[in-house]
């Protein structure tokens, strides 16, 4: 059953972070864009299963859709509105897993052992990237940008990518002291903007910590994840 999950995880997180464009988000309500979706979500269940001739991907494509429709005609574009569609996901994800177990292990790459690990692992870094990039834009989106002096082009976009994968994998090394180190290195490049501008340096700390505080619970989440996939010792 972990092994289905991991799997599945591993292609909602594709199909929702890295090949849905933001045209595909801001189009949700087009039924060319939810075909297109269903797809993208359908075809990348079916290759992390290694099988075309199971049902459970076309169902949980559909449902997937389903979750998606409703997101965007009643909630709105506000964190606790993307937290609550992931979370449908991640169950509905969950109940396939527990109605059918054997998906993963029917599958092509049945035979590879390690390979469920990884997949949770490659989930957990995509969550913990893109996945968190939205969440920390969504919690600042209140406020406005503006405050922040100008920089590069998608510099600060790059920057939390950068650090939330960082505390990602120090985290999967079991090296989580080296969050600290991250953070006092940032905090020293960013002492002149948070110091001069009070609304500035409030912006910055509220959006570091919600960038560091998700990246470590999605890194303890995969670990827990990856630890459950290894085999039990006697």
Do not use: C
């Not at 993208?40 to 075309?52: C, F």
């Not at 985290?171 to 989580?176: A, D, G, N, R, S």
Request: hydrophobic fraction near 60%.
């Amino acid at each position: 059953m972990i092994e289905t999950f991991a799997a599945l995880l591993l292609a909602h997180a594709v199909a929702d972070f890295l090949l849905q464009t933001s045209g595909m988000v801001a189009t949700k309500r087009s039924a060319r864009t939810l075909f297109l979706h269903f797809a993208i979500v359908l075809v990348t269940a079916q290759a992390a299963l290694g099988r075309v001739d199971a049902w459970e991907p076309l169902a949980l494509a559909a449902v997937h859709i389903a979750i998606d429709i409703v997101k965007a005609y009643t909630l709105p574009n506000r964190l606790a509105s993307f937290l609550a569609d992931q979370g449908a996901h991640l169950l509905t994800l969950a109940a396939v897993a527990l109605l059918s177990p054997g998906l993963f292990a029917g599958g092509a790459w049945a035979a590879i052992p390690w390979l469920p690990g990884l997949m949770a692992a490659a989930a957990g870094l995509v969550f913990a990237t893109a996945a968190g990039g939205h969440v920390v834009a969504l919690l600042v989106s209140p406020w406005d940008r503006s405050v922040l002096p100008e920089g590069l082009p998608n510099g600060g976009r790059l920057i939390g990518l950068l650090e939330r994968g960082i505390i990602f994998l120090l985290i999967l090394v079991e090296q989580p002291a080296g969050i600290g180190f991250l953070i006092a290195a940032k905090s020293v490049l960013r002492f002149e903007t948070t110091s001069k501008d009070t609304r500035a340096g409030e912006y910055v700390i509220i959006g570091t910590l919600a960038s560091f505080g998700w990246a470590m619970v999605v890194g303890y989440g995969t670990m827990t994840l990856i630890e459950a996939l290894l085999p039990p010792t006697p």
